[in-house]
């Protein structure tokens, strides 16, 4: 079974520019989620969908951050302007029916 | 809301020593508890999870948590650490009426030879 997959990698941008991260969830798994993890600390989460929908964006800081699901599956987080406080590790994390999560392996964003 | 303290922010044990993680937390809920493992630069993996069944869980790599209700708490432990356990490991809550995860800030383990 093919586990979550998370593009890029490893991303530097300068503030206030634009950046995207995109997931591909675990086939079949309803519910995916986004978690910022800053250095030092636990994952937070940003985003949680259930198929296309968004169930908790609470944490989401709208003003910069948009998140999308396309068709159920994949799924893109942007940033725009980026400061340097999202200098972070951003997880993306899929599950079946909300209950066990699988993470990817995460990308790295530094902003300078 | 649910909340969740890990004690402990590093721990350090000597190879074949027991390992004690310590973890409590606050739900409204039935809480489901679950410990991953965070290996440097690599992906949180799941150790193990408590969803109401038996309190005392078993996960991977010889590691255990059980579930104390009146303690609002759920210990991760092993009873002898191996150099591969070196690794930061985070307690996770989910209260089964807000589906919400949310993470503990983390105990970086520390194994000595």
């Known amino acids: 079974e093919a586990g979550v997959a998370q593009s890029p990698r490893y991303k530097i941008i300068e503030k206030r520019q634009s950046v995207a991260f995109w997931c591909n969830p675990i086939?079949?798994?309803?519910?995916l989620y986004w978690y910022q993890q800053i250095l030092g600390q636990g994952p937070k989460l940003l985003i949680q969908?259930?198929?296309?929908?968004?169930?908790?964006d609470s944490q989401l800081p709208k003003d910069r951050f948009s998140a999308e699901r396309l068709k159920g599956v994949d799924s893109t987080l942007k940033i725009q302007p980026a400061k340097l406080e999202d200098s972070a590790v951003y997880l993306c994390?899929?599950?079946?029916?909300?209950?066990?999560?699988?993470f990817g392996p995460g990308t790295r964003l530094t902003v300078t | 809301a649910q909340s969740v303290t890990q004690l402990d922010s590093h721990v350090s044990v000597s190879e074949g020593t027991p390992v004690l993680l310590r973890c409590n937390y606050s739900?409204?809920?039935?809480?489901?508890l679950f410990w991953y493992v965070q290996h440097p630069n690599k992906g949180l993996q799941l150790l193990l999870k408590?969803?109401?069944?038996?309190?005392l869980v078993k996960g991977i790599n010889g590691f255990e948590a059980e579930f104390k209700k009146s303690e609002t708490s759920f210990h991760l432990t092993k009873p002898s650490a191996h150099m591969s356990d070196a690794a930061e490991y985070f307690c996770?809550?989910?209260?089964?009426?807000?589906?919400?995860?949310?993470f503990g800030p983390g105990t970086r383990l520390s194994v000595l030879p």
């Open positions: 996770v809550v989910r209260d089964n009426y807000g589906q919400n995860f949310v």
């Open positions: 739900s409204s809920y039935s809480p489901s």
């Open positions: 994390a899929s599950s079946l029916e909300s209950y066990e999560q699988y």
């Open positions: 969908f259930q198929n296309n929908g968004v169930v908790d």
């Open positions: 408590y969803t109401s069944a038996a309190t």
């Open positions: 086939s079949g798994h309803a519910t």
